[in-house]
């Protein structure tokens, strides 16, 4: 958000009042789909989406599963601590996946010690992670490699370009609505959210000038599509990621997902439609 609305020209962070009172309703959809689908599974088990997929070995807990120690409790402080580091990391210092990369490698190596597993221990353990990790590191890499394709070759400000233009033929509330699809749209080829703000706002910033949309409006409309979307576009690195270490196959987590999708871009779309109308800046 602050990237776009630095593009924008708008002062940062401005207009969160909105966008905070969006969170509670947008959050409450999320988790009435959850519910109802758990509630669902619940009482047919036949109806889940994956009750036919086997889940990992690894996952099952074991019989005699051993008790928690001194030692184990250090590992989890640990590893919280790492995790909060990578957030700050990320808010504060502007960490990427190399840092937070550097930072868990960080943690295996401690953990290593405090468990005492030995050189030759460790080095096979973490050989053992690396190959589960395969099939998921294979799938993010065509996910980036298409997300390459498309950027240097650009073909991504060909399409945008094409797609924006017809958008100032309509009025106001019709041009928020459609650079809302534009911007789901773009979050197909240009999944990362600073990316898409760097691509797309220096074009939709000056067609809300044109077409009566305040700059601010573009630029929710650019935050719905950057965000909602990430959950079904197979170029996501990170969903892609998530789903392959699940083993969920792609076409059962869009079945389940779609659903919601549809929901969050109607009032995706009310809502621009109505900040419009109020003139949101």
């Known amino acids: 958000m602050v990237i776009a609305q630095e593009v924008a020209g708008l002062p940062s ?4 009042g909105l966008r905070l009172a969006l969170t509670l309703p947008f959050a409450a959809l999320g988790v009435h789909h959850v519910w109802a689908y758990a509630r ?3 009482a047919e088990p036949g109806a889940s989406l994956v009750a036919a997929i086997e889940p990992d070995p690894g996952w ?12 184990h409790l250090v590992v989890l402080a640990l590893a919280a601590a790492t995790l909060a580091l990578s957030v700050v990391g990320i808010a504060a210092w502007g960490w990427d996946l190399p840092e937070m990369g550097a930072a868990f490698l960080g943690l295996a190596l401690v953990v290593a010690l405090v468990g005492r597993l030995g050189v030759d221990a460790a080095a096979r353990r973490f050989c053992e ?4 990790l395969t099939t998921t590191a294979l799938l993010i890499g065509f996910a980036r490699a298409i997300q390459v394709v498309l950027e240097e070759g650009q073909i991504i400000d060909t399409i945008i370009d094409g797609v924006a233009r017809p958008l100032a033929a309509l009025g106001p509330g019709l041009a928020a609505v459609g650079m809302y699809a534009i911007q789901s749209l773009c979050n197909l080829f240009i999944p990362s959210g600073s990316g898409q703000a760097y691509v797309t706002m220096p074009i939709m910033a000056p067609l809300a000038d044109i077409t009566g949309v305040s700059r601010q409006t573009a630029v929710l409309a650019f935050q719905f599509g950057d965000g909602f979307t990430n959950m079904i576009v197979p170029t996501n690195a990170v969903l892609v990621g998530i789903l392959g270490l699940a083993r969920i196959p792609f076409e059962r987590w869009l079945r389940f997902v779609m659903p919601l999708m ?3 871009w109607i009032a995706g779309a009310i809502v621009l439609v ?5 003139g949101y800046a």
């Open 13 to 16: 962070t401005s207009g969160i």
């Open 40 to 42: 669902r599974v619940r």
């Open 60 to 71: 099952r807990i074991a019989e005699a599963a051993p008790r928690l120690t001194g030692r």
């Open 129 to 132: 992670g690396a190959a589960e």
């Open 262 to 264: 549809v929901k969050l």
């Open 274 to 278: 109505l900040a419009t109308i109020v």
